[in-house]
Structure formats: structure tokens, C-alpha cells
Nanobody
């Protein structure tokens, strides 16, 4: 069964921190690089950070130095530690394979979980 379950979002003040978690089904996690994506209101979904199976990472320039992606292969879980949050980071955050598109729905579109909402506001 395909599973991507994001958690850890919430309301935080500018400058604050959050840690997001994503539990993935083993069939997805064990063979794929994983990524965190986000979609702000009125904008397209974008890659925030990616991590390969052996730990190579890549970050969107805007979050480099503030966000850290990691993965626990024993738990089939990928994390996103977000520090020094800014209002511009407000979005729904999703995890998926990196690049996205490996996991499909029955209709043939890319499968996405429900995401977790991060709101950065004072």
C-alpha cells in the first residue's frame, strides 16, 4: 500500500523552528531518493530539499542554511528541520520521491499525501 504521511506543521512566529516528519511505505522509501516540497497559496509546488539514499542533499537556494533534510532508513521516515522561519515559508509541505513522479495514482497522476500546513506569522 502506498503511503506518504506528513506531520509536524503548525503556527510559528518568524524566527521560530519546526520539525516535519514524513512516514513513507517501505516500497517507496527503500529504493528512492526522497524530497520535501511545498506549495504556497496561489503558487506552484516547488522542491524544497532532497536527499538521496546514501545521504546526498540538495536545497532550494532560499532555504539553504536554514533547513536540514535527513532520513532514517530503519524507520522509513524523512525529516525536515526548519529554523529561522520566515513568513515566506508559509505553505503546505509535502514529501515525495525525488524527483516526484515515481509513485502514481490509479489514474496515472503523481501520488501526493495530504501534506502538513506550516504558517509563519506573528
Amino acid at each position: 500500500q502506498v503511503q506518504l504521511v506528513e506531520s509536524g506543521g503548525g503556527l510559528v512566529q518568524p524566527g521560530g523552528s519546526l520539525r516535519l516528519s514524513c512516514a513513507a511505505s517501505a516500497t517507496i522509501f527503500s529504493i528512492n531518493a526522497m524530497g520535501w516540497y511545498r506549495q504556497a497559496p496561489g503558487k506552484q509546488r516547488e522542491l524544497v530539499a532532497g536527499i538521496s539514499r546514501d545521504g546526498f542533499t540538495n536545497y532550494l537556494a532560499f532555504v539553504k542554511g536554514r533547513f536540514t533534510i535527513s532520513r532514517d532508513n530503519a524507520k522509513n521516515t524523512v525529516y525536515l528541520q526548519m529554523n529561522s522561519l520566515k513568513p515566506e515559508d508559509t505553505a503546505v509541505y509535502y514529501c515525495n520521491t525525488w524527483p516526484a513522479g515515481t509513485v502514481k495514482t490509479a489514474a496515472g497522476t503523481t501520488f501526493w499525501g495530504n501534506g502538513t500546513l506550516v504558517t509563519v506569522s506573528s
